[in-house]
């Protein structure tokens, strides 16, 4: 933990243009000889429908690791408040722009890539590779992949299906790799994954993600919470649920609802810590 179009013109800028046009006074390059200097051209935020481009930064500052194991939380920068960024496709999206999704054994390639190996409490075998559509936060059907138990997968086809039909948002849909597990935080990930050979936060025990029985969905927009740790670190102000964005996981909301319909437990009923992102299996 793990996506353009030219923006209006802002209304100042074309305040200026219709005034300099009625006045007579030129806009253009400033003729020979003149001390003017020229102005250069605004780069337009690049925004496919309420969705903008990644900050620069994203992915990039990495956060201290205490002595705990765990970075600090701090404020979420003003950039990712109301987080709504476009998505990058890692696969190819549908053409039809419908959900689509698939199930087979798990490619040699694939595995390679993932955080297998025979260390993990499930067998390869035991395991599926799933394609499987999302819609994402710029409104457009994109394709995402995942990793999940055999006797899970038939049941995420269904709840994925749902979520794409209610339009909910989701950033990103990858395979979690032994570099991005093993990473330093950067404390802005946002991508839904499902397997993930690691144990319980905090813990020895392996988590449901080790079995593939575990689904983290749009880490960024619903984050782990016990005491003063936070995960994401920088998605402190989602911590107000009162506060709906896009891509909040809200009580009795789709979400919930989809999950619930295939037997699936959320992270944030849990009393002791919240884990909003969190939907298990057998509720672990």
């Known amino acids: ?15 200026c243009v219709v005034v300099a046009a009625c006045s007579g006074t030129s806009t253009g390059p400033a ?10 051209p605004s780069s337009p935020v690049p925004r496919i429908g309420d969705a903008t481009a990644a900050p620069a930064w994203l992915g990039t500052r990495v956060l201290p690791v205490g002595s705990d194991g765990f970075a600090a939380a701090r404020a979420t920068p003003p950039e990712l408040r109301n987080r709504s960024i476009i998505t990058t496709d890692d696969l190819p999206p549908p053409a039809d722009g419908g959900f689509h999704a698939t199930i087979r054994a798990v490619p040699a390639g694939v595995l390679a890539r993932s955080t ?3 260390a993990c409490p499930v067998k390869a075998t035991d395991l599926r590779y799933m394609t499987v559509g999302f819609r994402g936060f710029d409104g457009r059907a994109h394709t995402g992949e995942l990793l999940v138990n055999a006797r899970a997968a038939a049941g995420l086809v269904k709840v994925f299906g749902t979520l794409f039909a209610e339009g909910y948002p989701i950033e990103r849909m990858r395979v979690t790799t ?3 597990l093993n990473a330093p935080p950067t404390g802005d990930g946002n991508t839904t994954a499902v397997f993930a050979c690691r144990p319980v936060r905090g813990q020895k025990a392996w988590s449901q993600h080790a079995y593939g029985l575990a689904v983290d969905v749009d880490p960024f927009q619903n984050p782990y919470h016990k005491g003063k740790v936070v995960l994401p670190e920088l ?8 506060h709906a964005r896009p891509g909040m996981i809200l009580p009795r909301g789709p979400v919930v609802k989809a999950f619930a319909a295939i037997g699936w437990k959320w992270g944030g009923d849990y009393r002791s810590l919240k884990d909003f992102m969190h939907f298990s299996a057998n509720g672990g």
């Open 1 to 15: 933990m793990r996506h353009r179009t030219a923006a209006r013109l802002p209304i100042a800028l074309l305040a």
């Open 31 to 40: 003729p020979a000889g003149s001390s003017r200097p020229a102005t250069p």
């Open 116 to 118: 297998w190996s025979s």
């Open 178 to 180: 032994a570099a991005e």
């Open 235 to 242: 998605a402190t102000s989602y911590l107000d649920r009162g």
